[in-house]
């Protein structure tokens, strides 16, 4: 296990010190695992909308669904037609869903 034992303390401005919270607010990290990711040459990520892990769930339930119809299909030789027209629709619809969450508000800042 890694042991932080050293120390560091420095002095930020009104400016980069609101600048500094701003980021870290953004990123939904820790402020010392914020700076450790920019010292470390990563780049901190903003946190994800709160949305995020609904439409990963969702995701998952459908992707285990179409993969259920791919085993049928291979062990049987036969496609269950309505149940894969269903498993992809919702796939579309949440496809759907996650682009305005997320990719439509980022077009309109």
Do not use: C, W
Request: cysteine-free.
């Amino acid at each position: 296990m890694r042991k932080r034992n050293n120390k560091v303390t420095f002095r930020l401005n009104d400016t980069e010190y609101i600048n500094l919270k701003k980021r870290v607010e953004k990123s939904g990290m820790f402020q010392e695992t914020f700076i450790r990711h920019i010292i470390n040459d990563l780049i901190p990520q903003s946190k994800p909308p709160p949305d995020y892990y609904a439409m990963m769930k969702e995701l998952h339930h459908i992707g285990n669904n179409l993969n259920q119809i791919a085993q049928k299909a291979h062990v049987l030789n036969v496609i269950d037609a309505g149940r894969y027209d269903i498993a992809v629709k919702q796939f579309i619809d949440a496809i759907n869903k996650i682009e305005e969450a997320v990719l439509l508000p980022k077009k309109r800042e």
